[in-house]
């Protein structure tokens, strides 16, 4: 309705048509939903359920769940990891979020082309194990590609679907898990710096003057391991979840 307005709009200007019957109209469905960190509860709730989806098995998710938790990736970027996407860079293992010239999937912007630190819980879990045991290109095993050609959409709406039978509310997500990831970062402590968050998540830098775009770029490995071990949880979050 909204393109019709515009449409008609463009017709009234062209005298095409006496008036724009779409004016005045609101299309608003009410306000939006403003996503926002896990709580410990929450996490603890999620944690504690059973998982009841049959297009993804359920030690799939909770391995993307902890990746999500401890890197603050996007559901997409993690989904689609090739096993080269995970190297050692100055002695610290690290994912490599790029795009890949055989499929259409890249960043979603420039800042998005970045490296993440492999947090030590993650190393602990045996997530760097996953590059010599799981079959075919990927680095997360048993997720199929959509036919829109998007891998772990499956995934997604299992965990929609789970989130939501356990009580959890709208304004929880699968990104929730970057929101809490920004927020446990920025309240770090003085000695993890804003433009390191940035780069971690990928942001734009905050002040895109010319200096911060040239630091972005040549922000060390150890910094960015420094401010990926800042994420931290609960033991009962996630634990037992293991390769």
Not at 116 to 134: E, Q
Not at 194 to 203: A, P, S, T
Request: with cysteine.
């Amino acid at each position: 309705m909204m393109r019709l307005s515009t449409l008609w709009n463009q017709l009234h200007q062209r005298e095409l048509v006496s008036r724009n019957p779409w004016t005045g109209w609101n299309f608003e469905n009410g306000q939006k939903t403003v996503r926002r960190s896990w709580t410990a509860k929450e996490l603890a709730l999620l944690a504690s359920a059973s998982w009841h989806s049959t297009s993804v098995p359920e030690h799939t998710c909770r391995l993307v769940t902890l990746i999500a938790a401890y890197s603050g990736m996007r559901l997409g970027e993690i989904c689609t990891l090739r096993k080269e996407d995970l190297q050692t860079v100055d002695g610290i293992p690290c994912f490599l979020i790029r795009p890949h010239t055989e499929t259409s999937r890249a960043p979603k912007t420039e800042a998005g082309t970045r490296m993440v630190p492999v947090h030590s819980k993650l190393v602990d879990a045996g997530v760097l194990a996953l590059k010599d045991t799981t079959d075919g290109p990927y680095l997360i095993p048993r997720l199929k590609i959509s036919k829109q050609g998007i891998r772990g959409a499956a995934l997604g709406r299992a965990f929609s679907l789970l989130k939501t039978r356990i009580g959890l509310p709208a304004e929880i997500t699968f990104h929730s898990f970057r929101h809490t990831v920004s927020t446990q970062l920025r309240n770090a402590g003085a000695n993890i710096r804003e433009v390191w968050i940035d780069r971690l998540l990928g942001h734009e830098a905050t002040h895109k003057s010319q200096g911060t775009t040239t630091y972005l770029t040549s922000i060390s490995t150890a910094n960015l391991r420094q401010t990926v071990e800042a994420i931290s949880y609960p033991e009962t979050a996630f634990a037992n979840i293991t390769i």
